[in-house]
């Protein structure tokens, strides 16, 4: 068993574990599963740079502890007082020393769109999302079945949160409905075997749709990295480890935005 088939066991248990505490409907009587969410679409939607997500990870599987000096509302408060486009909070508690009340604490200052990181395989941690203040989630093409990204998609969208699906390769895309699914991330890095390749991006980009919205992500941490999604269709980077690995994350904040503007 890899590290992915591992984490998805846990995650079936922690999806049976919420089924058995709560009803759903605890979920929609929440304060925050009522408010009107931030859109995270748009806010990847930029004419004059690449747009940025900024995220909050702690640890995970691959590196350990990234971050020592780690405090997810300063960390939130850095991004938002930066101009970062969107913020990724990690919520896996197990592999990445996440929890669903950081999502829960930052949702109450929030500047930007929340997006709810973990590995979604079920309705109820789509609906604890909201409840707890995400404006999107990501689910996770390798994990699912065309039929389970259809319907956890639908599920979000009727709770008004916005999908990211990530895929990271070709081989993911015939399990894509893109009239349903209009924001697409490629992760460079393999979950199976935690190597990253910044090409897996340029290479999946030239076979999706048309009126994609497309995401980079992980190992994006240089201006030639930049360099090289600018002659892509890039429209965002998510970015975790970079930033989580600097003494001061506004300083990284200020290089990114130097090598992210587009030509005009």
């Known amino acids: 068993m890899n590290i992915l088939e591992e984490i998805v066991e846990v995650k079936k248990h922690e999806a049976e574990k919420l089924k058995r505490e709560y009803p759903l409907s605890h979920f929609t009587g929440l304060p925050f599963f009522s408010l009107p969410s931030l859109s995270f ?65 930052i949702a109450g200052f929030k500047k930007a769109p929340l997006l709810r990181k973990d590995f979604i395989i079920d309705e ?4 604890e999302a909201r409840a707890n203040g995400a404006d999107a989630v990501l689910l996770i093409a390798e994990i699912l079945s065309a039929a389970q990204i259809a319907e956890l998609t639908k599920c979000a969208q009727e709770t008004g949160l916005d999908v990211l699906l990530e895929i990271h390769s070709t081989a993911m895309i015939n399990k894509i409905d893109f009239t349903l699914n209009k924001i ?53 980077v998510l970015i975790g480890e970079y930033f989580m690995s600097e003494d001061n994350i506004a300083d990284g904040i200020k290089r990114i935005k130097e090598w992210n503007r587009l030509e005009s």
């Open 41 to 105: 679409k748009d806010s990847l939607s930029k004419n004059d740079s690449i747009a940025v997500i900024g995220e909050i990870k702690k640890a995970s599987p691959s590196k350990g502890i990234i971050r020592e000096d780690f405090n997810h509302a300063d960390i939130a408060r850095t991004y938002f007082g930066n101009g970062i486009d969107a913020v990724s909070i990690l919520t896996d508690e197990q592999f990445f020393r996440g929890s669903i009340n950081y999502l829960n604490e």
């Open 124 to 127: 109820y941690q789509v609906y």
């Open 184 to 236: 697409i991330g490629v992760n460079n890095r393999d979950l199976s075997t935690f190597k990253v390749d910044i090409n897996a991006t340029l290479q999946t980009a030239a076979h999706l749709p048309e009126g994609i919205t497309l995401v980079s992500e992980s190992g994006i941490k240089t201006k030639n990295d930049f360099d090289l999604l600018k002659k892509s269709r890039v429209n965002a």
